[in-house]
Every structure is written in C-alpha cells, then in structure tokens.
C-alpha cells in the first residue's frame, strides 16, 4: 500500500491542485475583463482575485517567498511556475506593443497586476492593462490544462502486478 505523498494518490492530488489553480486563473481573467469595462463585481470573484494573486506571488520567483502560503498551495505554484512563465514568453509581443520592454517595466506590470488580484480588483490599474494581465491568466491557465492533459494516465495495480509478474 502507497504512503500519502507516494505514487497515483499524489499524482491525482497534484492535479486536482493544478486543474482548481487553472478554473480560478480562467475565472480571474474573466473578471479582470469585467473591470476593464467598469463592471462591478460580487465577493465570490473578489476572493477569487485574492485567491488567484496570492497563487501568483508564490509562482513568481520575483516575489518568491515573501507571501504567507502554505506548504501545500507552494507544491502547485511549483508545479505551475514553468507555465507562468510560458505563458509570459507567449504574449511577449503584446506587452511590447503596449510598452513593456525591457525587465523593470514587466517587473512593474506584474507588480500592478498582483496588487490589482490581492485587492480583489479594489486596486486601479488602467484598462488596456487589466485586460493584458487578463489575457496572461487566460495563456497560463491553458498551458496548466494542456499539460493535465498530456499526462500519463498512473499505471493501474493491475498492470503493476503484470509487470512485476513478468
């Protein structure tokens, strides 16, 4: 029998972490939209926003650390930070059209977007740039699924033991 950290049971557990951070990513993003058009919204998707920033301060290296998550959330930002990042690479030309060129200014625009999420929207940013922080959540969001989706299936005991037989 499998100790509680070992083998298919965390796999499942890891994914069922990374499949929550992907819904409350896709649904941030959404919200974000709605803010950039000067929509209102209700405190489930403020806890949302929260939720969401302080995921993201923990898959940020920047910002690695300096946040109160537990153990347990730091595992899955771990596990998402390749994809943060991907998804950052992704949308590259889209922050240089809309003047992040260089570190200092990306630093900034993801400082405004972690402040705009931990406030639950109540911090001000304008729209063009909560809609590109919007679209950032979307792509890291689907890379997360993409990878969920790619991933072996755990081996089933039946086929172990046929293995193991062999």
């Known amino acids: 029998m499998e100790g509680p950290n070992?083998?298919?049971?965390k796999d499942l557990i890891e994914s069922s972490?990374?499949?929550e951070a992907s819904s409350r990513m896709q649904t941030a993003a959404?919200?974000?939209r709605l803010l950039a058009n000067r929509i209102s919204i209700d405190d489930a998707l403020r806890h949302n926003l929260e939720w969401v920033g302080h995921f993201l301060e923990e898959v940020d290296l920047a910002s690695f650390g300096r946040s109160d998550i537990s153990a347990d959330f730091a595992v899955s930002a771990t596990e998402a930070r390749p994809f943060f990042y991907e998804a950052l690479a992704n949308i590259d030309n889209l922050l240089k059209a809309s003047g992040i060129e260089n570190?200092?200014?990306?630093?900034?625009?993801l400082t405004d977007t972690f402040s705009v999420l931990i406030s639950g929207g109540?911090?001000?940013v304008n729209a063009a740039k909560l809609s590109l922080?919007?679209?950032l959540l979307e792509r890291f969001a689907t890379a997360i699924l993409m990878r969920l989706?790619?991933?072996?299936?755990p081996p089933s005991r039946a086929?172990?033991?046929?293995?193991?037989?062999?």
């Open 133 to 135: 922080a919007a679209l």
């Open 30 to 32: 959404n919200t974000l």
């Open 122 to 124: 109540g911090n001000a």
């Open 159 to 166: 086929s172990v033991a046929l293995e193991m037989a062999i």
């Open 17 to 19: 972490r990374l499949f």
């Open 149 to 153: 989706n790619t991933m072996p299936p």
């Open 6 to 9: 070992q083998g298919p049971m």
């Open 103 to 109: 570190e200092p200014e990306l630093h900034g625009f």
